[in-house]
Structure formats: structure tokens, C-alpha cells
């Protein structure tokens, strides 16, 4: 397992990762039907906070694997076995995201996460052992990945009280482990598969909320009422996604990877884009609802508050790509 060539050329996602990504559509969808319930019922605040963690859990593992498959893919036996755990993983995350986001309780949501990362430092110590070009790098992604997991599993022993500000601490720190473990020798990640990489999970995440809203408007067809709002809603649902694909594909991304601070900035600024993205396709079928009183008596959905889930996660993606706009470095001149 050694450093890939970072100009190899036609270096396309392989169909192991493209497994992945299906495997973590069903987070994806987990996590924006929570956040629906929970807007549905009048929590709306706990709901944006509980979905904003669970999503935190899906993204970062995904790009992790992400930037190290670019760097280390060997696609062999015990690869493809390490990668088939963190698969697993992926559900059992999946399998907790509902508890995570209406009752904040993480703990199954948890082992998924650590059981993920746990594989992840199996294949950083394979890259230590076989890369000595890399050991010193592939050695403290190592340590810090396990070192963060074990504070995952302590965090689950404590009062619930202090679940945010935990939270928070261990997100922190988890997102500081590449800045220092690449702070000498950097990984040799492919610009362009990294960068067809984010594409193709932009694509995910836009089909999961094509996903939500479709079954929403068919859900309040089937009614036989408000038919004309209705085809309003959908019409103007599916021209905004389609602009949100327009403008996240309007400019190559590649040229933003060049160098270490910038590639930081890019990938963890995906959060934004990626989170905003799959809260439109909830923002969507909640708007539906609310238009056809689909939410029943039992449920206190105004309005306002659904439109808002749908048109705060648009304004949220323009001001991240505008933010990833400002670190192009043929924009602002930089290396």
C-alpha cells in the first residue's frame, strides 16, 4: 500500500467507491426524514441541531475514506475486506440517526461511527507499514483517528447534559487531525479524483432530496386536493435543484486542491454544501405538507417553518460555494 501517483492519468472513482456512496445514501436519507419528523412535531431547534450532528457523523467519515482511497487504493483482498466493515458501519450509523435526532440519544449512532473509524486506522497503519515515504504521515493519522474514537466511546458514559459542548469538543479535535498529520509530508491524493469524488456525492445527496419530494407530492396527490399548488411546489422544487447542479458544476473544482491550506478549506467546507443540499429535499416535502394538511392534527407544521427548512438550506449552499469561491486560488492569486 503505497503512495499513488497524484498525476496518474485517467484516474476515475472505482466501483468499490461507488458501492460506498451507495451504502451511505441510506444515512442521508435517514438523517433529512428526522430532521421532517422533527419539524413536523414543533421541534424544529432540536431537529436542525440533532441532524447537524448526524450528518457531521456521515460526512466526515465519507470524505476520510474519500481522500485516503485517492491516496493508497490498492483495491486488493484485505482493502476491500477493511472497506466492507466500514460499510457495515455506515448502517449501523444509518440504523441510529433517528434516535440521534428526536431523542438525542447517540449511541447506537455511535458505535457505527467508531466501528468506521476504528477501519479507517486499520488502513493507516497498512499505509505506515508498507509506505516509508508516508509512515511518519500515515502513523499520526493513526494515532489521532484512534485516540478521537476513544473519546467517542467515553463521551457515552457521561451525563447527557453535556452532550452538545462534548460534541463539540471531539468535532474539533477530530477535524484537527489532518492538519497535523500532514504537516510535514503530505499524502499524494489525486486533484481530480478527489475533486469527481465530491461530484459524485453532490449527485447523491441532490437525488435524495429529488427522492423526498417526489414522494411527498405523490403522497399529497393521492389526496385529490390543492393539485395546482401542488405542480407549483414540484415545478419550482425541481428548478431549484436543478441550479443548485448548475452551480456546483458551473467551475472546475481541481485547481482548489493544490495546496495544503487550500484543500483543507475546500474539503471541510463541504460540510455546508453537502448538508444544505439533503436539508432542501426535507425543506421540500415539508412544504408540501403544510400546503396540503398532510401532517394531520397531531402535528404543529406552519407555513413559515416549512418554507424557512427549504430556503435557509439554499441560501446556506450560495454562501458556502461563495465562501469556496473566495479560496480559489486563481481568484484571489494565490498558489
Known amino acids: 500500500m503505497r503512495g499513488r501517483d497524484p498525476r496518474e492519468p485517467h484516474r476515475a472513482s472505482t466501483p468499490l467507491e461507488l458501492l460506498f456512496d ?42 476520510n475514506f474519500t481522500w485516503f482511497a485517492s491516496a493508497f487504493d490498492t483495491d486488493d483482498v484485505p482493502y476491500r475486506l477493511t472497506v466492507l466493515v466500514q460499510i457495515g458501519g455506515s448502517l449501523v450509523l444509518a440504523a441510529g440517526i433517528r434516535d440521534l435526532v428526536v431523542d438525542a440519544d447517540s449511541t447506537v449512532a455511535t458505535w457505527g461511527y467508531v466501528v468506521m473509524r476504528v477501519a479507517m486506522v486499520v488502513q493507516w497503519l497498512r ?150 443540499i439533503a436539508a432542501v429535499g426535507a425543506g421540500l416535502a415539508l412544504s408540501v405538507a403544510a400546503l396540503s394538511g398532510s401532517g394531520g392534527e397531531e402535528h404543529h407544521l406552519s407555513a413559515t417553518t416549512a418554507h424557512a427548512v427549504l430556503t435557509v438550506p439554499v441560501a446556506v449552499f450560495l454562501l458556502a460555494k461563495l465562501a469556496l469561491h473566495e479560496h480559489d486560488p486563481a481568484a484571489s492569486g494565490s498558489a
Open 22 to 63: 451507495l451504502c451511505f445514501v441510506v444515512a442521508v436519507a435517514r438523517a433529512g426524514a428526522a430532521l421532517e419528523a422533527q419539524v413536523e412535531a414543533g421541534h424544529t431547534g432540536l431537529g436542525v441541531v440533532g441532524y447537524l450532528a448526524a450528518f457531521f457523523a456521515i460526512w466526515w467519515a465519507w470524505m
Open 127 to 276: 499505509a505506515a507499514r508498507s509506505d516509508p515515504a508516508h509512515r511518519g504521515t500515515a502513523a499520526r493519522y493513526a494515532a489521532g483517528v484512534l485516540a478521537v474514537q476513544v473519546g467517542w466511546l467515553v463521551r457515552l458514559s457521561l451525563p447527557h447534559d453535556w452532550w452538545l459542548w462534548t460534541f463539540g469538543v471531539l468535532v474539533v479535535v477530530e477535524l484537527a487531525v489532518p492538519a497535523w498529520a500532514e504537516r510535514r509530508i503530505r499524502t499524494t491524493y489525486h486533484p481530480r479524483h478527489v475533486s469527481e469524488r465530491y461530484g459524485l456525492f453532490t449527485v447523491i445527496v441532490l437525488g435524495e432530496a429529488v427522492t423526498a419530494a417526489a414522494g411527498a407530492v405523490e403522497s399529497a396527490v393521492d389526496q385529490d386536493g390543492h393539485r395546482a399548488e401542488l405542480t407549483v411546489v414540484a415545478v419550482s422544487g425541481l428548478v431549484v435543484l436543478f441550479a443548485i447542479w448548475w452551480l456546483y458544476f458551473d467551475q472546475p473544482e481541481t485547481r482548489r486542491l493544490g495546496s495544503l491550506r487550500t484543500a483543507l478549506a475546500w474539503g471541510y467546507g463541504h460540510y455546508a454544501v453537502f448538508s444544505s
